[in-house]
């Protein structure tokens, strides 16, 4: 009995350490609806800071202007953008992630009209 309790619950220890906090919007323009941050950050509340002058914390401008998923205590900090294509990233807290992650999308096709939108949508 010890033995089956064992194997049906151990499931759920190793997929209960993966922390993500989901994308805010979907994109259906690409096989995936949403890009990934994969972070070696391990506490959500650094996302929790405000973005530059705004009101706006870096999780939510990165969830819901960047249509980006982040997965928390990853092995490395890289982005997968909507086509797959993976971005090892240099920046190691979240502010700089941020600022990274912006830059690149920023220099993508529809990530282009995302970060124009977000300007247009953040001015002060």
């Not at 049906?8 to 690409?30: C, D, I, M, W, Y």
């Not at 939510?60 to 086509?83: C, K």
């Not at 600022?99 to 096709?109: A, T």
């Amino acid at each position: 009995m010890k033995i089956l309790l064992l194997l049906l619950l151990t499931p759920f220890v190793f997929f209960g350490q993966k922390v993500e906090l989901p994308a805010l919007r979907l994109s259906h323009n690409f096989s995936k609806p949403n890009r990934v941050l994969k972070t070696t950050i391990s506490d959500k509340s650094l996302f929790k800071q405000n973005y530059n002058n705004t009101d706006l914390t870096l999780d939510y401008v990165i969830r819901y202007h960047f249509y980006t998923s982040i997965d928390l205590n990853a092995g490395e900090n890289q982005l997968i953008s909507m086509d797959g294509t993976k971005f090892n990233l240099s920046s190691e807290n979240a502010v700089d992630l941020t600022d990274e992650i912006i830059s690149l999308v920023s220099g993508m096709y529809f990530g282009k009209k995302e970060f124009n939108d977000f300007k247009k949508q953040n001015k002060k």
